[in-house]
């Protein structure tokens, strides 16, 4: 009686699950499916859709910043290129100042390529890159642990300053320390959680509002519709901001390890 | 259209050069001008996104200051057989650390652009860092 019970349940479960495959998955679309299945002894190399819409990603900055004419009277393509790449130099201008040039292209490769990833995303059916963690958290991995290495090389033990804060009397020291501590090696994380979630959150919602539309039909559809369409438009922005927020604070913990007295 | 040029007397020559100079001119006249209308509509738009920037930033300080400290406790409970301790004496320590990151957020560069009239705030930096750690 209870295993029949109990398999009817599932049962009603396993057909509404079906049912809501059809209509609302919200999840699917971040599945990474291989493409070229390749395998080198027990590593799994595949060429996933992750994989390769990353290589998009890659190939369109680089058609982008490399085939845009160079014209006195740029062109569209051409003010396009210019102006990212005059954001992001003069970011790091501004945060880094004059030595600031050294790392502009690190800083513009990592906008570069967040900011492609983020957008070719919105393409229907494009795979989202920047909305796995894994690839986020190991973006911001790369310019913590760079960060972290420039600021022992250029401080060497003198860059623990940074976790005493200078005019702190001695009593407080036990608790502002862990708190400074734990405030350097949270960065990483929110660096990574920032741009995922909010690449992941944006995905879902337009999934699930799409979902409504179909679900709507022809009759209140168009409700649905019309949020979707300015939600379209936020996700538009999120995904340039995200982008430059990344890139604004890669330059602030560079410069965090370049000068750590202030 | 080679041939057309080669064709010009010298008279139209000069006039087309001048009519090309000309031409120059209005275009950086109209860049300068397009420029000076678009610096409002411009930095209006920047501000509404950088305002979206700073709040994302203030709510994933918080949050992941707490969860990462929470994660580094419980980990090390496990590790050291200390089951709730640790964790629950880091978790203020996140807290703390979050909240400290986001008070030094809302003192930042970007904060005070975004607030506008920063300049008098902007003036003694090492103040508010001072009574931040006194209220720790």
């Known amino acids: 009686m209870a295993t029949t019970a109990a398999e009817a349940v599932s049962g009603t479960e396993a057909a509404a699950a079906a049912e809501g495959h059809k209509v609302i998955d919200p999840i699917h679309q971040f599945e990474i499916e291989r493409i070229i299945p390749i395998r080198i002894g027990d590593l799994d190399l595949s060429l996933t859709n992750s994989g390769l819409w990353a290589l998009i990603a890659v190939g369109a900055v680089c058609l982008l910043m490399l085939t845009a004419p160079t014209r006195l009277i740029p062109t569209r393509l051409q003010s396009v290129a210019e102006s990212l790449y005059e954001l992001v130099f003069g970011m790091t201008q501004e945060v880094l100042g004059a030595q600031g040039r050294g790392y502009f292209p690190f800083v513009f490769t990592l906008f570069a390529f967040i900011l492609a990833a983020n957008l070719l995303g919105l393409i229907p059916g494009a795979f989202t890159v920047t909305s796995h963690i894994i690839i986020t958290l190991a973006l911001a991995l790369i310019v913590f642990i760079g960060a972290t290495v420039i600021g022992f090389i250029k401080h060497g033990a003198g860059y623990m300053r940074l976790f005493m804060p200078a005019g702190v009397p001695a009593p407080l020291l036990p608790f502002v320390v862990p708190i400074e501590i734990i405030s350097y090696f949270i960065r990483p994380f929110s660096l990574s959680i920032r741009l995922f979630a909010n690449m992941m959150a944006g995905h879902m919602m337009l999934k699930v509002i799409a979902g409504f539309v179909i679900m709507l039909g022809v009759l209140a559809g168009w409700l649905p519709l019309m949020a979707l369409v300015a939600i379209y438009a936020l996700e538009l922005l999120v995904a340039v901001l995200q982008a430059y927020v990344f890139a604004l604070l890669t330059c602030l913990y560079l410069n965090d390890a370049l000068h750590v007295d202030h | ?136």
């Open chain 2, 1 to 136: 259209m080679v041939a057309a040029n080669l064709g010009l007397r010298a008279g139209q020559f000069f006039e087309l050069k001048l009519m090309a100079d000309d031409k120059l001119k209005d275009i950086e006249r109209r860049i300068e001008q397009a420029r000076l209308t678009q610096k409002g509509g411009d930095s209006s738009r920047s501000e509404e996104g950088s305002a979206l920037g700073l709040a994302t930033r203030a709510i994933t300080e918080l949050v992941v200051g707490i969860t990462v400290a929470m994660g580094l406790g419980w980990l090390l409970d496990r590790w050291l057989g200390t089951k709730p301790w640790l964790m629950l004496v880091l978790m203020p320590f996140g807290f703390a650390a979050g909240v400290v990151n986001v008070m030094r957020l809302s003192q930042s560069k970007q904060a005070d652009e975004l607030m506008g009239g920063g300049k008098a705030d902007s003036q003694a930096p090492a103040k508010p860092v001072a009574d931040e750690d006194d209220e720790d």
